[in-house]
Nanobody, 126 residues
Framework: QVQLVESGGGLVQAGGSLRLSCAAS????????MGWFRQAPGKEREFVAA????????PYPESVKGRFTISRDNAKKTVYLQMSGLKPEDTAVYYC???????????????????WGQGTQVTVSS
């Protein structure tokens, strides 16, 4: 199973940018689809972005389209989430996730991800 550790969260003003990182260990990182989800207080965990083992990304949800970009560096076993134009409604705990099985089609379904990081807090002030 893949172990995941997120970093890069913090407090930022509206309109600012952050880059989240997720370092993986265990498993064969380069063969797994990876994803980012977020959960705001009192809300369900929601899909943010995903990228498959070959670098193709899933369609972004409308809430982040054009502002967030997912990427991966297989040599560093790291997946990134570049966030720009941040809004207060982006405030949430952001989780990195790895797919349950390797070499699968990129997916946005939460149930397709089997390993999760501990999360990193992103707070956007207005």
């Amino acid at each position: 199973q893949v172990q995941l550790v997120e970093s890069g969260g913090g407090l930022v003003q509206a309109g600012g940018s952050l880059r989240l990182s997720c370092a993986a260990s265990g498993g064969t990182f380069s063969t797994y689809s990876m994803g980012w989800f977020r959960q705001a207080p009192g809300k369900e965990r929601e899909f943010v972005a995903a990228i498959n083992w070959s670098g193709s990304s899933a369609p972004y949800p409308e809430s982040v389209k054009g502002r967030f970009t997912i990427s991966r560096d297989n040599a560093k076993k790291t997946v990134y989430l570049q966030m720009s134009g941040l809004k207060p409604e982006d405030t949430a705990v952001y989780y990195c996730a790895a797919a349950r099985r390797p070499l699968t089609t990129v997916t946005s379904r939460r149930e397709d991800f089997g390993s999760w990081g501990q999360g990193t807090q992103v707070t956007v002030s207005s």
